[in-house]
Structures are given as C-alpha cells and as structure tokens.
C-alpha cells in the first residue's frame, strides 16, 4: 500500500511540475520566445518520460495487489482500491487525498493546455497571414518600366510612375 500511495505522489508531483511547465510555455507562446519554447518542451518531454514509468510501476503495484487480495488484475484500479480499504479508514482516507489530488492537478493541466492550444493556433493564423501576405508582394506584377534609354527599370511602378513625353 505504502509502495502505492509514493507512486500516486510523485504522479501528481510530476504532473504540477507539467502544469508549471505549460504556464511557462503559454508565455513564451505570448512573447515568441522559440528558445523559451523550446527548453520547456524539452523539459515536457523529460517528465512525460518519467510519468510513463511510474505509470507502469503504478499498474504493476496493483497488480501485484490483485494478487495479494485476490482480485481480477483487469478491474483493480484506484478507486476500486478506495472501495476494498472501508476497513482501514486511515489508508482509505490517504488513498482518497491522493487521487483527488492528482485529479485536480490533471483538471488544471488541461485548462492551461486548453488555454495553450488556443494562442498556438492564434499564433500560427498570425504567421499564416503574414506568410501570405509576403508571398502576394513577391507575386505582385512588374510593369514595363523603362528609363530614358529604354532600359527595363525593374521597378515596380517605377519611381514616380511613368514618365509621358511628346
């Protein structure tokens, strides 16, 4: 049980360390900081590494408690837990802190990846727009713009326009 509950802690740990992390994304996002943006998500990825493995090491604790209390593997989960534990009020009660917890900790990693999700689309229509905008000022048509010794300029509407002469 022990071994359990030190699992469930350092997940939500580990979750608030993400939750940090994406605040911190979330600005770098606001400021364009690519750099910024760039070590957090190398930081992420280095959790999520780690969330991964107490995930495992978390099934494989209830596993081996399925065993032990003669439960079926495939429906012993946290809650379940909580259940089978009314006779020990002490760990029940450290079972159900934990799990609220980490769910809130989870409720508020999504709101601020909701949040994250928005101004990164905000930002790439930005980005998109101006993509666009500069590949139509590239595009734009060159006139026939010539000096005095019929020389091609270049220029588009040349310098002052076009010059009439009679």
């Known amino acids: 049980m022990d071994d359990l509950l030190e699992v469930i802690e350092s997940e939500d740990t580990k979750y608030q360390k993400l939750v940090a992390l994406a ?10 900081d690519i750099r910024k943006l760039e070590d957090v998500t190398n930081q992420e990825q280095e959790i999520t590494s780690l969330l991964n493995k107490l995930e495992i090491h978390r099934g494989e604790i209830l596993s081996d408690m399925a065993e032990v209390l003669h439960q079926d593997k495939e429906t012993l989960t946290v809650q379940r837990m909580i259940e089978l534990l009314e006779k020990q009020p002490e760990e029940q009660e450290q079972l159900i802190k934990l799990r ?4 809130n900790t989870l409720q508020e990693m999504d709101k601020v990846n ?3 999700k928005y101004l990164i689309q905000e930002a ?3 980005v998109n727009f101006d993509l ?8 734009a048509p060159e006139t026939a713009n010539y000096d005095k010794n019929a020389y091609n300029t270049g220029d588009l509407l040349g310098n002052s326009g076009f010059e009439a002469r009679q």
């Open 100 to 103: 609220n917890s980490l769910r």
């Open 114 to 116: 909701e949040q994250n």
């Open 132 to 139: 666009t905008l500069f590949k139509s000022l590239r595009q």
């Open 23 to 32: 605040s911190e994304k979330r600005d770098a996002v606001i400021r364009a």
């Open 124 to 126: 790439l229509e930005m």
